[in-house]
């Protein structure tokens, strides 16, 4: 089964907790802390592998989440990093927020990476915390929570060529009789529902061998969403040439004019896809409807600088000189992918966000935020020392402050994250 699009869960490890820990050999005296870090939890990491060509793995197992790093231990004995969980994705790969639409990758060649859900850095032992004032901490950080969130993955087909248009046409039995390449087919609309790929060998391609994609067929409303259009048009943006197959005969729609409707959704979809180059295949011209068709459709089109290659994909009339006009086609474009790919150049950037947001609901103010969050995550609660600590930090960033000028009153509620406090001068 071909999967092209998956929502998954991935979650960063968490950090391990830092260590309470004093010296205690036999002749030191006073040993001073000696409670060593917490390791880092492991990233979630995507990598392309070629090897792969669907997203098929993530439609039975959705959520990813890497190993907590190791506790730290007594005699500043620092604990053991997680290992990385290592995901891997074909070539083509986009990732996406799920809420924003916003593309956060966009994964093309091999090997590359991306960083999906970072692992928690180790809390610091009570060693890390002694100072000229005190000199023997009794409390640790626990281990910082790893990132975690929904993404999207989308795939783009990479493929040299791809096949456009209307169901019928004739697209799948062309790539059936040019590569080894073995798609459904059948006289009904919409045989091919997912995408199909074929490599045209050297030896029948009169030159290099590349990749051809058998586009499922559009329809008018395609830009739209109408008939899976989306869902197929994203595979045509990664081609370098469009081959345009028509139904010479007309069995089901005027040629020219079916031309001009498919071209029309591509330019709705993006004006990307409309600069495409194309070459036209006139096929099914073992039917006398299409040797009568054959010269209107040329002098339309010849009309539009488009090249026409009258061909029969059943018979094997004419895909020789198609081919040959596909490789050289394909030795006058840039090798490299045009505008689409110029997105993986892209630096993606984590916007600066505000310290801490304090909403306000009756006797509850709720403080949220990335930095203040994770401070209660990686504060024990239950030490004494390390809440005073906490304190400390939250005047010195100024939410005591914003408290105040919200209104807070002794007794009222302090929500953040997980943990609820009572608010005391």
């Known amino acids: 089964m071909f999967i092209d699009r ?29 409670g060593g870090d917490g390791g880092k939890g492991g990233d979630v990491i995507l990598v392309v592998d070629p090897g792969l060509s669907t997203l098929m793995d993530f439609k039975y197992k959705i959520h990813y ?78 281990g910082e929570p790893g990132e975690e969130r929904w993404i999207v993955l989308e795939l783009k087909l990479i493929a040299d060529v791809g096949l456009i248009g209307f169901p019928n046409a004739g697209k799948s039995t062309l790539l059936s009789r040019i590569s080894s ?16 790929l074929g490599v045209v060998d050297p030896g029948v391609g009169e030159g290099r061998s590349f990749v051809v994609a058998d586009i499922p067929g559009l329809i008018e409303g395609a830009h ?11 595979h045509v943006e990664r081609t370098r040439l469009l081959v345009h197959v028509i139904d010479a005969a007309g069995l089901e729609n005027d040629p020219v004019e079916g031309f001009y409707i498919i071209n029309r959704e591509l330019a709705q979809y993006s004006t990307s896809l409309a600069r495409k180059p194309q070459l036209v295949a006139a096929n099914k011209m073992d039917l006398p409807q299409a040797k009568e068709n054959y010269t209107k459709i040329e002098m339309a089109l010849k009309k539009e600088g488009l090249e026409v290659v009258p061909i029969s994909a059943a018979t094997g009339l004419g895909v020789k000189e198609l081919l040959y006009k596909i490789r050289q ?23 600066e966000e505000e310290a801490f947001k304090i909403e306000k609901g009756g006797q509850v103010f709720v403080v949220s935020g990335n930095m203040v969050e994770k401070l209660v995550a990686m504060t024990d609660l239950e030490n004494e020392s390390a809440v005073k600590r906490l304190q400390r930090i939250f005047k010195k960033i100024g939410l005591d402050d914003a408290l105040k000028k919200q209104g807070i009153k002794p007794g009222d509620s302090v929500k953040i994250g997980n943990a609820e406090f009572y608010y005391l001068e």
């Open 224 to 234: 739209e969403g109408m008939g899976l259009g989306h869902e197929f048009l994203r």
């Open 329 to 351: 086609k394909l030795d006058e474009l840039p090798d490299e992918s045009p505008d689409e790919l110029k997105i993986e150049k892209k630096q993606y950037t984590i916007k």
């Open 65 to 142: 989440k890497a190993e907590k790093g190791k506790h730290g231990q007594g005699s500043n004995k620092m604990g053991k990093s997680a290992e990385d969980l290592i995901i891997r994705v074909p070539p083509g790969t986009v990732v996406k927020d799920p809420e924003t639409g916003e593309v956060l990758a966009d994964l093309v060649e091999q090997g590359q990476t991306f960083i999906a859900a970072r692992g928690g850095r180790g809390g610091r032992g009570n060693a890390r915390f002694a100072s000229s004032i005190h000199k023997a901490p009794d409390f640790a950080e626990k």
């Open 6 to 34: 998956a929502k998954i869960f991935v979650k960063g490890g968490d950090g391990g907790n830092g260590a309470v820990a004093f010296r205690r050999e036999k002749y030191v005296p006073r040993g001073g802390p000696s």
């Open 181 to 196: 390449a073995r798609p459904k087919i059948a006289d009904y609309p919409f045989t091919t529902l997912s995408p199909n």
